[in-house]
Nanobody
Framework: QVQLVESGGGLVQPGGSLRLSCAASGSMFNAMGWYRQAPGKERELVARITSGGITNYADRVKGRFTISRDNAKNTVYLQMNSLKPEDTAVYYC???????????????WGQGTQVTVSS
């Protein structure tokens, strides 16, 4: 059974930083990443990374967010810098088995962690 344990969300002022972590157990996945969903909006990709280190970022977070993973710990991280109020959302960890072109074969979701950017 796959379990995902997320941590690191919270309240931060604009311009601040947060680091999210997601530890997976029960299986290995070649893709790990983060999605987010703001109130009244659809869930959207933030960033994802393969076991080989290939990354994919949403345009609106490029240059501010960095995704990384520790394959030995089966854990993915999201370092979020220069946070903006529009980054406020519930952030969901996603782990998946993907094939070429990021086509998802199997995926699992975490329970979500709230990130609020406000002064």
């Amino acid at each position: 059974q796959v379990q995902l344990v997320e941590s690191g969300g919270g309240l931060v002022q604009p311009g601040g930083s947060l680091r999210l972590s997601c530890a997976a157990s029960g299986s290995m996945f070649n893709a790990m990443g983060w999605y987010r969903q703001a109130p009244g909006k659809e869930r959207e990709l933030v960033a994802r990374i393969t076991s080989g280190g290939i990354t994919n970022y949403a345009d609106r977070v490029k240059g501010r967010f960095t995704i990384s993973r520790d394959n030995a710990k089966n854990t993915v991280y999201l370092q979020m810098n220069s946070l903006k109020p529009e980054d406020t959302a519930v952030y969901y960890c996603n782990v998946a088995r993907v094939i070429a072109g990021w086509v998802t074969v199997t995926e699992y979701w975490g329970q979500g962690t709230q990130v609020t950017v406000s002064s």
